[in-house]
């Protein structure tokens, strides 16, 4: 299901899962989880057994000047529930969403390490490309030359 509101418990439940999928992300707060949740550019999908949410991803919409597309960010399952198809549920939700919000495409990036991971987007559609993926951290800014 996708999330249209946050609450205390589902925002306690995606900071467990954070950590599963990114180190460097600083502890998720109950107002940073509403933010994004309440942001028209992200969608939250989360994937659970009774009341207990044990995956997530998020679809990021970008609007360029070429056309619009999604971004599968931050997909994590719990490791207590891995291999029970909870990462299948909430990508094919994520990209079934993108194809209803009409964009032109969806990608995501994954480390080579997440062999599972890589081996679940490959079996849904997805096909690796030859890219090179830079990032800045901003921490010094460069000069104009």
Same mark, same amino acid.
Do not use: Y
């Given at each position: 299901m996708v999330l249209d509101h946050m609450d205390d418990r589902m925002a306690a439940a995606l900071a467990r899962l954070l950590p599963q999928v990114s180190?460097?992300?600083?502890? +998720?707060?109950?107002e940073r989880a509403r933010e994004v949740v309440g942001s028209s550019s992200t969608? /939250? @999908? *989360?994937?659970?057994?009774?009341?207990?949410?044990?995956?997530?991803?998020? +679809?990021?919409?970008?609007t360029t000047l070429a056309g619009?597309?999604?971004?599968?960010?931050? /997909? @994590? *399952?719990?490791?207590?529930?891995?291999?029970?198809?909870?990462?299948?549920?909430?990508?094919?939700?994520l990209v079934t969403l993108a194809?209803?919000?009409d964009l032109d495409f969806v990608e995501l990036t994954s480390r080579p390490a997440r062999e599972a991971a890589n081996g679940l987007y490959q079996s849904i559609g997805?096909?690796?490309?030859?890219?090179?993926v830079y990032r800045h951290d901003l921490e010094e800014l460069p000069e104009l030359r």
């Open positions: 180190s460097r992300a600083a502890p +998720l707060t109950v969608h /939250v @999908a *989360v994937a659970c057994r009774g009341d207990e949410v044990l995956a997530m991803g998020l +679809l990021v919409t970008c619009q597309f999604g971004l599968v960010e931050e /997909v @994590a *399952v719990d490791e207590s529930a891995r291999g029970h198809h909870l990462g299948v549920r909430v990508m094919v939700h194809k209803t919000l997805f096909r690796r490309r030859e890219i090179n």
